[in-house]
């Protein structure tokens, strides 16, 4: 582009000059807003091309429309950060500085790009006006607020930190698909029909899961499908740190949804050293049991709201769902009673098993399998489904594997197909799965999963 960040932030303000005094007294909508500032793009480009071909080479007209788009995302949208996140296949955006951007794919090598910023003010700079523009709350990038949090306008989250790493550092997290459906899952080859029939079951039982696995497995994806089996019309609530789960803007026919999402706060502290404004998963989980909710929907349990999670399913009528962060189906177990006892009430191990025995009846985890280094794809399947039927030795939560990987007659499949009945399979079959399912010895699987270290 024929523009130095320098100019795109001087056309960027001359634009939004004139844009102040056209609407200065005058109630109009965003969109009409935006469509005010399109032309005054339009001609504000149009002006200092003219003047920049006369004093310097002529600007093809594609030049002139990728400068005035320029103009409009650092305007509206999200800058220079645009382009990445308009990329259909992007997964994850990691900036550090003034540094190449490298950008995460999910069937290739990860992308090293040019540099969006200039020096790293400017990158500071520029999540400063991300923050400005499409935050949720009066934070800020600054000495004063080294760590930021945030949700873009296209759902993407931002992560970034300051002064405490040698240099900014930005990580955006995309949400490439927001509408998924278990039977899209099956075409995806995450899971397979007998998997996608067994987890509409879960739901439709009313079944308490704990969807686990590790960051970039597919936990959100897993349980917005999920979700989408419940009821039509049913009242429940989804508690976030950064909305991902979408289920309230979702299409069509669906669960009527209370979403709760925490915020920040402002950097400042109170007396007792708590950030002004902050609303934690922990704080809101009361007020979300008062909403009349039938079940409630956790995006990922990672603190102390994890006491508040363990009674709702205990007490509730059933079929919460939530996300926890484990390398399997059962270290969940340990992570979740890990954090229980770092609540900080006296909790002890003990006590943290039951909850958990109690509370939760499935866990079902997901894997990943990264071969974009070596010429492959990413996969991401359904590996594991527990079912917790109680205390065992120990004290610990007593479990059974209902499907795992399996290896027999020289084949071998590390995606989850059915290894015994569940207990609760009576629960199961009243709401519609068949037994005969699970008989299937390698599932429904209609091919091997075809690796790279396997061809």
């Known amino acids: 582009m024929p523009v130095s960040f320098e100019e795109l932030a001087e056309l960027r303000n001359r634009v939004a000059g004139e844009l102040s005094d056209r609407v200065r007294d005058e109630q109009v909508s965003e969109a009409d807003r935006q469509q005010l500032g399109w032309q005054l793009v339009v001609e504000v480009v149009a002006k200092w091309a003219t003047d920049y071909s006369a004093k310097r080479a002529p600007l093809h007209a594609e030049q002139e429309h990728v400068i005035r788009r320029a103009v409009f995302d650092d305007l509206f949208r999200a800058g220079r950060l645009q382009p990445l996140l308009d990329d259909p296949d992007a997964e994850d955006i990691r900036i550090n500085g003034s540094d190449p951007v490298e950008v995460v794919y999910q069937d290739r090598p ?3 790009l040019a540099p969006i910023v200039a020096s790293d003010a400017e990158l500071v700079e520029l999540v400063n006006q991300l923050a400005r523009t499409q935050g949720q709350g009066e934070r800020s990038l600054s000495p004063a607020s080294p760590l930021l949090r945030m949700r873009l306008a296209d759902g993407s989250r931002l992560t970034a930190s300051y002064l ?3 240099r900014p550092q930005v990580v955006i997290r995309k949400h490439r698909l927001k509408d998924t459906r278990l039977d899209q899952m099956v075409a995806w080859g995450s899971i397979d029909t007998v998997l996608a029939e067994f987890l509409k079951a879960l739901v439709r039982a009313r079944k308490n899961v704990f969807v686990v696995g590790g960051q970039g497995a597919g936990k959100t994806s897993l349980l917005r499908s ?13 508690l976030e740190s950064e909305y991902e789960l979408w289920l309230h803007e979702l299409p069509g026919p669906g669960p009527q949804v209370v979403p709760f999402e925490a915020r920040e706060g402002n950097g400042e502290k109170d007396a007792t050293g708590r950030m002004l404004g902050e609303l934690t998963l922990a704080d809101l989980f009361p007020h979300l049991q008062r909403m009349s909710l039938r079940r409630i929907l956790v995006g990922e349990v990672r603190s102390v709201e994890v006491l508040p999670m363990l009674h709702g399913m205990i007490e509730g009528e059933g079929g919460s769902m939530c996300t926890v962060h484990a390398r399997s189906a059962r270290a969940a177990i340990e992570r979740v009673a890990t954090l229980a006892l770092e609540a900080g009430i006296g909790m002890s191990v003990e006590l943290a098993y039951r909850l958990i025995a109690e509370a939760c009846q499935f866990i079902v985890y997901l894997r990943q399998e990264d071969e974009t280094e070596i010429g492959g794809k990413r996969h991401r399947f359904v590996a594991e489904i527990l079912e917790i039927t109680g205390l065992g030795e120990g004290g610990r939560p007593s ?9 027999e007659g020289g084949r071998r499949e590390p995606r989850a197909v059915p290894q015994q009945m569940p207990a609760c399979i009576d629960d199961l079959v009243r709401v519609g799965f068949q037994r005969e399912w699970l008989l299937h010895p390698f599932g429904t699987w209609s091919h091997e999963l075809k690796t790279v270290t396997q061809l």
């Open 110 to 112: 990860i992308a090293r």
């Open 226 to 238: 999920m979700s989408r089996e419940i009821a039509p019309g049913e009242r429940i609530g989804t």
């Open 164 to 166: 405490v790493t040698p």
């Open 399 to 407: 479990v059974q594997r209902i499907f795992a990987p399996k290896e």
